[in-house]
């Protein structure tokens, strides 16, 4: 298959690039700098686009089989400003509005669109269970999540099958909010944030990927797809699985308010519950290779 990747060189993306790749797989991959549209090293061909001014080039789109489209400003990279909070609208929105855009307008347009989201997309929900058929919440990344998967609409309306992956906390040393608690854990520094008992809906990188590579090949399937294990986690018991899988303390603790003062309004992520589970995933006979918390943690550490 033929398939383009935006956010190919992010935790997620450069996962799925590599696995792709080794399947045998045509990969391309949207990017920004000049030098690496064409042919690359890897065997990958560039792309040209801008979100930010809504370009892309629409003529090495064409023919592809399906887009991944993943690029967005990370959400735990940077205090919330309001400047911050605004790229992390507009990098989601505008990129997301630049390809279903383009792909509508295709001669040739993609059987499938995997447009990525996230749980953030139900706002906190407590220690309640939520699966896809929940309403969106109403905080500032709930909103985001809302416009960010409207914004994929003229890809649907032009007949491309559209899927939603809203994915949770992604456990990998590699990167991600999960690769910046690693090395605290390896000292025996890490601990509970907040009361520790607020869920986090967590999935191993592998099962992300996985996953990923699963709603490309189900034609059945569109929509909004959880993309957690199957068992979501308090922050309490996954900081008991760091410690048990490494050997190390975790009597630290982060008290909330030290965190509202440290983080801001990023706070409410960290202190916040998501209890959301994979439901139309295992319907449809998704396996997860690391289903349990143990299982995830060890999969992060090893990769």
């Known amino acids: 298959m033929r398939i383009a990747v935006t956010g190919s060189t992010g935790l997620i993306g450069s996962a799925l690039v590599r696995s792709l790749l080794a399947d045998g797989h045509e990969v391309r991959r949207l990017v920004r700098r000049r030098s690496r549209t064409g042919v690359q090293p890897d065997g990958t061909i560039g792309i040209g686009w801008n979100p930010h001014l809504m370009q892309v080039d629409s003529a090495g789109l064409e023919g592809v089989d399906a887009v991944v489209h993943l690029a967005g400003a990370g959400v735990a990279d940077r205090r919330w400003t309001a400047s911050y909070r605004q790229e992390i609208r507009d990098s989601r929105v505008l990129g997301t509005e630049t390809v279903a855009g383009a792909l509508a307008r295709l001669k040739q347009p993609p059987r499938v669109l995997v447009s990525a989201s ?5 706002g906190q929900t407590g220690d309640r269970v939520i699966d896809e058929d929940a309403p969106a919440g109403d905080d500032f990344l709930a909103r985001v999540c809302v416009e960010w998967e409207e ?3 003229p890809a649907a309306d032009a007949g491309i099958r559209v899927v939603h992956p809203r994915t949770g906390l992604v456990l990998s040393a590699a990167g991600g909010a999960a690769g910046r ?15 520790g008992e607020q869920f986090w809906s967590i999935i191993s990188l592998a099962d992300e990927v996985a996953a990923l590579r699963f709603l490309i090949d189900r034609k059945e399937m569109s929509g909004p797809v959880n993309l957690t294990g199957p068992r979501p986690v308090t922050n309490a018991e996954l900081t008991a699985a760091f410690g048990r899988v490494l050997g190390r303390p975790t009597v630290f603790a982060v008290p909330e308010p030290v965190l509202k003062a440290v983080l801001g309004d ?3 992520e960290v202190v916040g519950s998501h209890r959301v589970v994979p439901d139309r995933l295992l319907a449809a006979g998704f396996r997860f290779r690391h289903p349990d918390v143990d299982a995830a943690v060890h999969a992060a550490l090893a990769g």
Request: proline fraction near 4%; avoid cysteine.
């Open 151 to 153: 914004a994929a609409r």
């Open 118 to 122: 996230a749980v953030g997309y139900y």
């Open 266 to 268: 990023m706070a409410i």
């Open 181 to 195: 608690m690693v090395p605290l854990f390896r000292l025996g520094l890490g601990g509970r944030l907040g009361s």
